[in-house]
């Protein structure tokens, strides 16, 4: 009888440890995601930071071009590659009766190539000086942001 009950412990025990290997690594894809969404925000407030110091950004050189992109590599002090982001600007409704600006940033954990986690974070910037109405007037919203879009890939 005893035999019996040290096998059932046993049997129960490894079911719990095999329970825990998915938590634990649920966990991590959490941390990662989280990683990845920092990274992607980190891209979104670069393309804010340049839009701050240059109101003709970004440079669309051409009347066909409306979109921008550019990618920049984050490292840690150690000079280790922590990941990368991939920031498009579209400034397709830049101009009246829009005046939006559409920016979405790509932050990819770890090596490019074959990232660890993958997220997609898009904003709208209100450029339009004045409302949108017969009213007219100062824009309060100038240059306000609004998040449209977080995709996990």
């Known amino acids: 009888m005893a035999l019996f009950i040290s096998v059932l412990l046993l049997i129960v025990g490894l079911g719990f440890l095999g329970q825990r290997e998915g938590q634990y690594q649920a966990a991590q894809e959490q941390v990662?995601?989280?990683?990845?969404?920092?990274?992607?925000?980190?891209?979104?407030?670069?393309?804010?930071?340049?839009?701050?110091?240059?109101?003709?950004?970004?440079?669309i050189r051409s009347v066909d071009q409306s979109v921008f992109s550019y990618s920049e590599e984050m490292r840690d002090s150690g000079g280790q590659l922590v990941g990368t982001f991939r920031v498009s600007v579209n400034a397709k409704y830049r101009d009246l009766p829009y005046a939006v600006l559409e920016i979405s940033s790509v932050g990819l954990l770890g090596d490019p190539a074959d990232p660890l986690a993958r997220v997609e974070r898009s904003i709208e910037v209100d450029m339009s000086a004045e409302v949108r109405s017969n009213a007219g007037g100062a824009n309060p919203n100038l240059f306000k942001t609004h998040y449209t879009r977080t995709n996990s890939l």
């Open 32 to 59: 990662y995601f989280v990683r990845a969404k920092a990274l992607a925000d980190a891209g979104l407030q670069d393309a804010l930071g340049k839009l701050a110091k240059d109101i003709e950004f970004p440079p």
